[in-house]
């Protein structure tokens, strides 16, 4: 019995398979390219841009938001998430000298939203759902 080396292995190539190559390599053209269009400014995906603010401060948040927001809507997206979290392990419930609701970034994030001269007209803010982050996330429309 002859051994045989994997230099001497012979394959062989059906006729339809032969056939299917030769009309795949005249057709090449017409392949898609996923890589000719990558740095061209395309749309933007399904996917709602995140932002997420847990551990900032107040004001460190309203810079964020605001840089985030420009950004998003200069990409053309429409809608984004931004999480703030609910607050629960905030220390301002230690304070009674601070107000909780102006505080929390739970709700002074929508408030400096609502009150940011360079966004009036331009967002619309709505709850986000459970799936998203509920009650300690909400979702900003951006208009052109």
């Known amino acids: ?10 394959y062989s190539v059906s006729r339809k398979d032969k056939e299917d190559w030769v009309n795949f390599t005249k057709k090449i053209n017409s392949v ?5 269009n990558l740095d061209q400014k395309s749309e933007p995906s399904n996917k709602i841009p995140k ?14 938001v605001k840089k985030f927001i420009n ?3 200069e990409l053309g997206y429409k809608k984004i998430l931004i999480v703030t979290g609910k ?13 909780k609701s102006m505080n929390t970034l739970k709700d002074a994030i929508p408030d400096f939203i609502k009150n940011e001269e360079s ?10 759902s459970k799936k998203d982050g509920g ?4 979702y900003v429309y951006l208009r052109k």
């Open 51 to 64: 932002l997420d603010l847990h551990g900032n401060s107040l004001d460190q948040a309203n810079k964020i």
């Open 135 to 138: 009650e300690g996330a909400f």
């Open 32 to 36: 898609y390219d996923k890589d000719v």
């Open 87 to 99: 607050g629960l392990r905030s220390k301002i419930h230690e304070d009674p000298y601070r107000s």
């Open 119 to 128: 966004f009036k007209k331009k967002v619309e803010i709505s709850p986000a």
């Open 1 to 10: 019995m002859a051994h045989q080396t994997s230099s001497e292995k012979k």
């Open 71 to 73: 950004h998003t809507r």
